[in-house]
């Protein structure tokens, strides 16, 4: 093995031995702290629950860049399934293996060490930078980046700029890059009946006959139709359950669970509206239940697009497609301060999976990438 890797690959082969599985930090947050803290960072542990935070910043000055992003890592599987153990961040046959490489412990030594470098050569800068990570991102818990904003702003501590280092890129490092996500919504539907024989039908009251009809209503139906950036609001039942396990009884109750995923063109006040003018009409003895689980969010312009897309070009030799498909990100929990949120990472192809690895080249060119950002932005 190659004993002179670059100083980005030995970070993320130290934080992907640390065995982060979500909400656990497994000593992380330790390591990036003792990396920034000689270089003049003022690191501030956030822990709420069980959630591990730290919001690192350099300089006191407005405008405030951030890099935000997660130790925690999804659980491995099987280990034996890996060609190499998920946790022995091996480097062979051209990459980085191990769970995290690519999400996102790749990208989080990518924009430590950007921050390193950057601090390092313009101790001076304008503004300030700064490294906002939770462990709890897998977990959507509402103690980890969510509850920090949420802290920051109330602190009068307010990014401008935010680049989240999730993986976004499809081929090759900086070919995409996310400007938005769209927002979920999750409700959960109860229909109640009247239980009866089903050859009795007039002395029951049916709640799956219901609950069919008000889904397929809702599946029928046309929301809006996206916009520039966002394709029209998508509509999915993920689960439905009746009946009490006799052929012929008619159940007291059914009940589904939905999600709508939504752009800008919508909004979860209509979505509710509609969805319970719809309920309505089919029943009046239900129970709903919603899950906001996070507001659709879209950088349009701006200085940091600008600053992005200049920055892989140099890398790469050509912009970043800026697209706003996959699921939903820590993103949505920076953005609605008012902040232009950017998603810059690595490829995503084995994000979750057995052999989650990321290309020996990808780091370096995203450490450039990240580096010439902030240049662009602050010096
Ligand atoms: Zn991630």
Redo the contacts with the bound molecule.
């Keep these: 093995m190659s004993t002179t890797l670059p100083a980005v690959i030995e970070l993320a082969r130290e934080l992907i031995r640390r065995e982060s599985i979500t909400p656990d930090d497994a000593g992380c947050q330790d390591l990036l702290r003792e990396r920034l803290e000689p270089l003049g960072f003022s690191c501030r542990p956030m822990p709420f629950g069980e959630v591990s935070n730290l919001w690192a910043r350099h300089g006191t000055a407005d405008p405030l860049f951030v890099f935000a ?2 130790t925690d890592v999804v659980p491995p599987g099987t280990a034996s399934d890996w060609r190499y153990p998920p946790f022995a961040a091996e480097v062979a046959d051209g990459f980085l293996w191990g769970r995290g490489a690519a ?2 412990k790749g ?1 989080l030594a990518a924009m430590t060490c950007a921050l390193e470098e950057f601090v390092r050569a313009a101790p001076e800068h304008s503004g300030s930078v700064a490294l906002l990570v939770t462990s709890a ?2 977990t959507s818990s509402p103690d980890g980046t969510q509850r920090v904003m949420q802290e920051l702003v109330a602190q009068g501590e307010v990014p401008t700029w935010s680049i989240v280092g ?2 976004s890129s499809l081929e090759q490092v900086g070919d995409q890059a996310r400007h938005g996500r769209r927002g979920s919504i999750t409700f959960r539907l109860r229909v109640g009946g009247v239980q009866g024989h089903v050859a009795y039908p007039q002395a029951a009251d049916n709640p799956i006959h219901r609950l069919v009809a008000i889904l397929a209503e809702l599946q029928r139906r046309e929301w809006d139709t996206g916009d520039r950036d966002f394709p029209s609001s998508g509509f999915q039942v993920v689960s439905v359950n009746a009946g009490v396990g006799a052929e012929n009884v008619i159940p007291p109750e059914a009940s589904a669970v939905f999600n709508f995923r939504y752009g800008p063109a919508q909004s979860a006040e209509a979505l509710q509206k509609s969805v319970s003018e719809v309920v309505a009409a089919y029943s009046d003895c239900c129970e709903i239940e919603v899950h906001d689980a996070g507001r659709p969010f879209i950088t349009r312009s701006g200085r940091l697009l600008e600053a992005t897309a200049e920055a892989v070009e140099s890398q790469t030799g050509s912009r970043p497609v800026f697209s706003t498909s996959g699921g939903t ?2 993103g949505r929990f920076i953005a609605p301060a008012g902040v232009e949120v950017i998603e810059l990472g690595p490829t995503n192809s084995t ?1 979750h999976a057995v052999d989650e690895r990321i290309g020996l080249d990808e780091l370096p060119r995203l450490v450039a990438m990240y580096t010439r950002i902030l240049q662009n932005l602050l010096v």
């Design positions: 992003g997660h999400d996102m990208g991102e897998e999730e993986p990100s820590d994000i």
